[in-house]
């Protein structure tokens, strides 16, 4: 169990206190943050692969263009979902690992071996 360490500091903001906590909370869900790098990173490709297109496959036209526009504006939105995966799963993780210091125990004392049979004469 981790234990939560109180924030100080320009904490005592209520609006900075509640994007903390949303930050926090948001780096815990690491499949989430990976599912929203890669699909950031498979957009931006579908963009550049819209913007190739438009330049190889159409001729100087209103297509091309409006073509190239879309394909801009997917590869705006990949880097941005991307660089927020990767935010997520590096920057806060790290700051999670900080600010949650694990729980320590009291040492136990080491498991006993079982006892051993007696052979019976």
């Known amino acids: 169990m981790m234990k939560k360490v109180k924030p100080e ?3 005592f ?3 900075l206190q509640k994007a903390y906590h949303w930050l926090l909370n948001f780096s815990q869900h690491t499949q989430r943050n990976l599912v929203i790098l890669i699909s950031g990173f498979s ?3 579908l963009g550049l692969l819209l913007v190739i297109l438009a330049e190889f496959f ?6 091309q263009e409006i073509l190239a526009l879309i394909g801009v504006a997917l590869i705006v939105i990949g880097l941005t979902a991307a660089a927020i995966g990767y935010f997520c799963l590096s920057v806060l993780g790290l700051v999670r690992y900080i600010l949650y210091k694990p729980n320590k125990s009291k040492p136990t004392s080491p498991p006993q071996p079982p006892p051993s049979k007696k052979d019976s004469p």
Do not use: A, D, E, R
């Open 13 to 15: 903001i209520k609006g």
């Open 43 to 45: 957009v931006t490709l």
């Open 58 to 63: 159409f001729g100087q036209s209103i297509k």
């Open 9 to 11: 500091g320009f904490f």
